[in-house]
């Protein structure tokens, strides 16, 4: 089977609305700072009204990361449920701009495009609130086997991991990529989504993820450890890569005997750290499925992980190969 | 009858679709650089798919500067029309964010709420290609004139002065707020808006306007002079006060015999000069509503334009009174 694509992506198609508020708002809201929280309808109507003035950005945490390789030149696909609305369009217009293939087909009927509101604080850290809309209902049938079996990595994202359909699509998906010699990557996405599913991503990280993302509390979290270099012991045996990444501190790169220790970079002032894992993430795919080393992968995603906290919003404002030819 | 609002505004309610592109995508899609051009729905979908990664942000000439005016503290009230649709909620809760009043019913038929595909140039330059939808049926009928009389300060922007219901909109809003002894500010909007409308908006400017808002292409083509000294001449006998923008170069307040250089200010790097004329219109409206003086309203003006163009889109994305209390 030919390598016609480099990574395909799978994960909640949703419409980032971006606000900066005070941390009095976060937690009036009930809403756990630096966190993902989901909230129904009524709720997220509640919250984006209290919000000020906003700012719209495609995101979805895998769908950032296929946007981040399509950004660096890698051939892309993704699969995610929005509806036929106007957020639904425009998530499917940026998921497309860089050439990728998006095709799952839209829901023509049941809630609207999914959003999160991400109240980004006086710090830069954000918190989510993410009203998942049609990206609830993602199931096996929204699979597009051929698709996936095309690209060198399958990517998905740990939000996803939570419904039972979204679950069994998953393991179809990892079953279907391996199927065809693919590799499997995963995010672990937040520390509570892993939590709350400890036993099941556990069970999919030792049999079926080859790649494996997680930043410290999120590793943590899945070994029930207390400190980063106990949680980075457990994790070697489990993954025939795993990056680690540690915010400031820079990231983790761990392959059979490889370590690599990677220094994060600066390209401006830090002014929001949404999407920071999802671009490391595509920095590091792009680097492993153009053959770089591993710790080339990892400063590779270090330089994206900068362009896309130096603004608000989860998805690249500067050319990212142009900040690759510069920095690399 | 009180004051208790400062400054209501009417213009083209819609939302803002920004996006980096080289010079040649503008000269591709026959767009005029610098420039606004009104487009079709078919145009504005060409457009739109042949366009990157977007970002959507609120925006409308007068909206963005009513949403400054109320982020420095001032209340505010807005005038324009938008469809019942997802954007046209995203509009209106935006432009209420910071408690301004926006009661213009959406249109329930008819076209989708309006969106301006925003091409940021590697200058930082922006080229706009405005697909009106709803609002291009802006009438008489959706004037509010309680609203009106109710605030220190009408605000119109040129780009509604196109279509005829408008026009008469325009005319019947000013003559109100006349009426009930309030001021009426317009700005001039697009230089090609006023070539196209060049006798209209003299006898705007002539008859129903107390402070007039332009740059140096703006009232260089009102006056049909090519130099700005020519121009500013020209003005000094038809406004009350002029407050004549020149980008980096700052702006001129004129004034019967009073005449003040008023000098850029820096806050950051060149990032994309959308909003900057109407931030700096906020910052001199909300100045002139709390008796500044001439050159302190236009001080404040450059201080809101100089945090526009900072980021990308046109509305504040730093609190313009922080920012005010830290500079003025």
Redesign the interface.
């Known amino acids: 089977m030919s390598d016609s694509l480099d990574v395909v992506g799978i994960g909640n198609a949703i419409v980032d609305v971006l606000s ?1 508020t005070e941390d009095a708002f976060v937690a009036q809201h009930d809403l756990v700072k630096g966190s993902m929280t989901l909230i129904d309808l009524p709720r997220a109507e509640a919250i ?2 209290a ?8 995101g979805g945490s895998a769908a950032n990361t296929v ?1 981040g390789v399509a ?1 660096l030149g890698g051939r892309c696909g993704f699969i995610g449920r929005v509806r036929n ?3 639904g369009g ?1 998530f499917r ?2 998921v497309r ?2 050439g990728t293939i998006f095709d799952t087909p839209p829901a023509e009927a049941g809630p ?1 495009t999914g959003r999160c509101m991400v109240m980004v604080t006086p710090d830069s850290q954000r918190t989510m609130a993410t009203y998942l809309g049609a990206a609830v209902d993602f199931g096996p049938a929204d699979l597009d086997l051929a698709l996936i079996q095309s690209a060198k990595v399958l990517y998905l994202e740990g939000y996803l991991w939570d419904a039972e359909p979204a679950k069994r699509a998953f393991l179809e998906a990892a079953e279907g990529a391996h199927a065809a010699g693919r590799k499997v990557a995963l995010t672990l996405s937040d520390s509570f989504c892993v939590e709350r599913h400890r036993a099941g991503f556990l069970d999919l990280v030792e049999r079926h993820v080859d790649l494996l993302f997680a930043n410290e509390a999120e590793i943590a979290a899945l070994y029930q450890v207390s400190d980063f270099d106990a949680a980075l012991q457990q994790v070697r045996g489990h993954c025939e890569v795993a990056a680690l990444t540690r915010s400031e501190k820079g990231s983790v790169v761990l392959s059979g005997e490889e370590v690599h220790i990677v220094d994060a970079i600066t390209v401006g002032p830090l002014v929001d750290t949404t999407g920071a894992g999802d671009l490391y993430a595509a920095g590091f795919l792009f680097g492993y499925t153009e053959g770089y080393s591993l710790y080339d992968c990892g400063r590779l995603g270090s330089l994206c992980a900068a362009e896309v906290i130096a ?3 989860p ?4 050319s990212l190969k142009e900040l690759a030819r510069a920095h690399m």
């Open positions: 900066r984006y009204g919000l000020g003035q906003s700012v719209e950005v495609s946007a950004d609305d106007q957020l425009i217009h940026d701009a860089n609207p603004h608000l919003g998805r690249p404002q500067r």
